[in-house]
């Protein structure tokens, strides 16, 4: 099995990396959705995880790049985990949104910390 997959990669490895952007947005999303346990208030259904996921992974992929930048290496710590992780599942699976629940409360973390640091260089 591993020889057959490992001749189709090297067969056309153009195309598999061409495909690992779009697997890298299949994975953006999530397939349960939030729930905080307040029905009406704080609850994220899968509906809504279609908007939000990709906003989640867009913050969390600039948090990341900024924290490298900037050579912040405790939130290059904290955001390294998730983005290895989707970066692996784009490249080596069809990256299933199931397989980007685990990172959840780190882009939830990620987008709050950017939305603080736009508005706190906005408005201070």
Do not use: C, W
């Amino acid at each position: 099995f591993m020889e057959s997959a490992a001749s189709r990669l090297l067969a056309n490895p153009v195309r598999h990396s061409i495909m690992t952007v779009p697997f890298f947005y299949r994975g953006s999303f999530f397939e349960t959705g939030f729930d905080f346990g307040r029905p009406f208030l704080l609850k994220l259904s899968l509906e809504s995880s279609l908007t939000i996921g990709p906003v989640l992974l867009i913050s969390l992929l600039i948090l990341f790049i900024r924290s490298t930048r900037q050579r912040n290496h405790s939130l290059v710590l904290f955001t390294f985990p998730a983005v290895f992780s989707v970066a692996i599942h784009s490249i080596v699976s069809h990256n299933l949104p199931r397989y980007s629940e685990p990172i959840i409360p780190v882009t939830v973390i990620s987008a709050i910390i950017v939305i603080y640091s736009y508005y706190n260089s906005r408005y201070n």
